[in-house]
């Protein structure tokens, strides 16, 4: 069983989803406030320990209400060998379609240069590359998660819609990330859209966790290139 089929229905409490909206909140308020204060470790620690809040929220709320497992809403574990191969292939394809998709909607917004937001995570030296790549493979897993896979339940539950359920879960994870600025943040629900389709038709969201994971990941791994 999926997470995202939409007969699932209600996988937690509206008052646990309540809560996670609340933390959402809480991390845009951060966005615009404390984070620009902090050193950038502390910034990326915080904001790897705020994921981990998201998840453990969604994590409790399913267990409470026991309709599926967290396991169930990923879509299962892999079976074998040939299916972790399949899936890592997946994701290389989804994220080449993504990066262009997301080029060709910068330029037609003419989004411009990244914002500062962008380039306060950008990381410079050993320590903080490595950080960073915990915080993108952390991101990788959690918000896959939280918004392909709970709170794309609990609209579909809501709305007993797919496209609006999906409509509804593709706007938040936008305004998440409001801080990039408009522009690219009315990009994200783009994309966004396409990943939740696929995860549809997959019924698994590992494939949209190794892409996400990877895509985050670009920032850091460039550090390690020659030259980086």
Not at 73 to 100: E, F, H, K, M, S
Not at 112 to 122: F, M, Q, T
Not at 201 to 208: G, H, T
Request: proline share 4%.
């Amino acid at each position: 069983m999926s997470g995202l089929s939409a007969g699932t229905g209600l996988i937690a409490s509206w008052r646990n989803t309540a809560l996670l909206l609340g933390l959402f909140s809480a991390d845009f308020l951060l966005a615009f406030s404390l984070r620009g204060r902090l050193p950038y470790l502390g910034r990326i620690g915080l904001m790897t320990a705020l994921e981990w809040a998201f998840f453990l929220v969604t994590w409790l709320g399913i267990r409470q209400r026991r309709v599926i497992t967290a396991a169930g809403v990923i879509g299962g574990r892999w079976p074998n060998a040939r299916a972790v191969a399949r899936d890592i292939g997946y994701a290389a394809l989804l994220l080449v379609g993504t990066q262009l998709v997301a080029a060709a909607l910068h330029g037609y917004l003419h989004a411009g240069r990244a914002p500062e937001a962008i380039h306060r995570l950008i990381p410079h030296g050993k320590w903080e590359s490595i950080a960073f790549l915990l915080l993108a493979t952390t991101a990788g897993f959690v918000e896959e998660f939280v918004f392909r896979g709970y709170l794309q339940a609990q609209f579909n539950a809501l709305t007993r819609n797919f496209p609006g359920a999906s409509a509804l879960q593709v706007a938040i994870f936008g305004a998440m990330h409001i801080s990039f600025g408009w522009k690219r943040a009315f990009g994200i629900p783009v994309w966004s859209l396409g990943w939740t389709y696929v995860a549809r038709e997959s019924k698994s969201l590992r494939p949209l966790m190794i892409c996400h994971a990877g895509m985050d990941s670009l920032l850091a791994l460039v550090q390690f290139l020659p030259g980086g």
